[in-house]
């Protein structure tokens, strides 16, 4: 399941940031890439021991956590601190799966929040493989867009402009994909019908199921 989320960042979120990568210091992609995706990767990325780089981390993470449509898609147990990155005319990530344990965590969800308005650039999407095939994903600047880590995916070459991007990833309490849609669709019908016609015993049940398969699921 593919989630879009807009406005996880206000514009005075975005603002502040792009003021930043203005002033960083971005090497070589490659340098967080695993053995594979090095020799697809070819993108920039804002240096790990850049002093600004910590309280940008601090800033999506707490955005992304804020937000509850993001909580309810992903169950987060961890997010990981994300990397900034620029694409600029001829750069592109090639086809590769992201690597299934980082920094000894386990990887279940991979994020990416654009920072760049489309208008910004030529190319760069997204493209997120799956068995129903490929599905393109530009989004708005402030917006993520989630999917499961265990997808095959790419950046498109970027051929005008600057894409620049924030990509994390989440451990989850809930390994598995499938369950993980099933307690979102829960969780979304179960808030429609609050809205719509209150606290009622059905209702309850609902919730009852929802609150029993997540802990039967969850690992903490
Ligand atoms: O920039 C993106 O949208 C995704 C980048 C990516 O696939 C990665 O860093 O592993
Ligand atoms: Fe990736």
């Given at each position: 399941?593919?989630?879009?989320?807009?406005?996880?960042?206000?514009?005075?979120?975005?603002?502040?940031?792009?003021k930043?990568?203005?002033?960083?210091?971005?090497?070589?992609?490659?340098?967080?890439?695993?053995?594979?995706?090095?020799?697809?990767?070819?993108?920039?990325?804002?240096?790990?021991?850049?002093?600004?780089?910590?309280?940008?981390?601090?800033?999506?993470?707490?955005?992304?956590?804020?937000?509850?449509?993001?909580?309810?898609a992903?169950?987060?147990?961890?997010?990981?601190?994300?990397?900034?990155?620029?694409?600029?005319?001829?750069?592109?990530?090639?086809?590769?799966?992201?690597?299934?344990?980082?920094?000894?965590?386990?990887?279940?969800?991979?994020?990416t929040?654009?920072?760049?308005?489309?208008?910004?650039?030529?190319?760069?999407?997204?493209?997120?493989?799956?068995?129903?095939?490929?599905?393109?994903?530009?989004?708005?600047?402030?917006?993520?867009?989630?999917?499961?880590?265990?997808?095959?995916?790419?950046?498109?070459?970027?051929?005008?402009?600057?894409?620049?991007?924030?990509?994390?990833?989440?451990?989850?309490?809930?390994?598995?994909?499938?369950?993980?849609?099933?307690?979102?669709?829960?969780?979304?019908?179960?808030?429609?019908l609050?809205?719509?016609?209150?606290?009622?015993?059905?209702l309850?049940?609902?919730?009852?199921?929802?609150?029993?398969?997540?802990?039967?699921?969850?690992?903490?």
């Amino acid at each position: 399941m593919l989630i879009m989320i807009a406005n996880v960042l206000d514009p005075n979120n975005l603002r502040w940031l792009r003021k930043n990568l203005e002033q960083t210091r971005f090497v070589d992609g490659r340098q967080t890439a695993g053995r594979e995706a090095r020799v697809v990767k070819n993108n920039e990325q804002v240096d790990r021991g850049d002093p600004l780089l910590e309280e940008m981390q601090e800033l999506v993470i707490d955005r992304l956590l804020a937000n509850p449509l993001f909580r309810m898609a992903t169950r987060p147990h961890v997010v990981r601190p994300p990397l900034f990155s620029r694409y600029e005319p001829g750069m592109e990530y090639g086809s590769h799966v992201d690597d299934a344990i980082m920094g000894g965590m386990r990887t279940d969800v991979s994020v990416t929040i654009f920072l760049s308005e489309p208008d910004e650039y030529d190319g760069g999407e997204l493209v997120i493989e799956s068995a129903a095939g490929e599905q393109d994903v530009k989004l708005a600047a402030g917006s993520a867009v989630l999917y499961p880590t265990t997808s095959l995916h790419r950046v498109a070459p970027v051929t005008r402009g600057e894409r620049r991007a924030a990509v994390t990833w989440v451990r989850s309490l809930v390994r598995d994909a499938g369950e993980r849609e099933l307690l979102f669709d829960l969780e979304t019908a179960r808030h429609a019908l609050f809205e719509r016609l209150g606290k009622t015993p059905e209702l309850d049940l609902l919730a009852k199921t929802q609150s029993n398969l997540l802990r039967r699921w969850a690992e903490d």
